[in-house]
């Protein structure tokens, strides 16, 4: 079938085994491989009587854009979530929300380590503008090591009108600049926060920036000005994620 996707690696293709086996229509395994980590996914795929194929691992270097491990699935097209959904699951969650915007990151490298660290940490979803983002392909699910299957990325059409949205629900937004006066470790980041990173090299655009309740920046002690923004997303989410963790040991 022509409209199916391809997802490769052994944690991306595991979790969505686990999670979305419903999408997976095939597995298909070099011959060469044999081993535990292989044989967890046949138990998987036979539990849902997905069907499983052997292919030569020559053939599957064709196949697959990127390292594959031996591990191939096709599956139904990816799910990203709209606007709608997004207000679903604020409705629904119990706890103090915490997001994750990516304002025009176009590397798929990059949102797929912003997706598994932002699942790592406990965020409510990853926010991204339709238009000047990485999509959600094979190299962001292999990047992602299966957190591209758990946690929802929700493409928007108009990001500010989104962001409007969510101050209006009272969530606050915490943007990252450079040239910020407040520190990261500074600012309190245990309440309903929005936090937004901007674009590799660019930041964020000038309307998001103008959105922002609070302007953030790393302190840099070294001699380079800014850290790579899958970097940068992760130091910054763990500090929301110790600062909650705190918060909760207070009460």
Request: with cysteine; hydrophobic share 45%; charged share 25%.
């Amino acid at each position: 079938m022509s409209d199916l996707e391809k997802v490769f690696g052994v944690h991306a293709v595991e979790a969505l085994l686990r999670h979305h086996p419903k999408r997976v229509k095939q597995l298909w395994l070099a011959e060469s491989r044999n081993d535990p980590r292989v044989k967890t996914l046949v138990e998987l795929a036979g539990q849902m009587r997905i069907a499983i194929g052997h292919k030569d691992r020559r053939e599957l270097d064709e196949w697959a854009e990127g390292v594959h491990q031996g591990v191939v699935a096709e599956v139904s097209p990816s799910q990203v979530w709209g606007e709608l959904m997004l207000e679903e699951l604020l409705e629904r969650h119990e706890g103090v929300p915490l997001l994750l915007v990516l304002d025009g990151v176009t590397d798929p490298h990059n949102l797929g380590a912003c997706l598994r660290t932002a699942d790592a940490a406990g965020a409510l979803a990853v926010i991204v503008p339709k238009d000047k983002s990485a999509t959600l392909n094979a190299t962001v699910r292999k990047v992602a090591c299966g957190a591209a299957e758990v946690i929802p990325l929700v493409a928007v059409t108009n990001l500010a009108r989104t962001l409007e949205k969510l101050k209006q629900r009272g969530l606050w937004l915490v943007g990252t600049a450079g040239e910020a006066e407040q520190e990261l470790y500074q600012q309190d980041l245990s309440g309903p926060i929005v936090l937004v990173m901007g674009a590799e090299g660019k930041g964020m655009r000038r309307l998001t920036r103008d959105l922002c309740d609070f302007l953030v920046r790393l302190p840099m002690a070294g001699s380079v000005s800014s850290l790579n923004v899958s970097v940068a997303t992760g130091i910054c989410l763990f500090e929301a994620l110790r600062q909650r963790k705190a918060a909760d040991g207070k009460s």
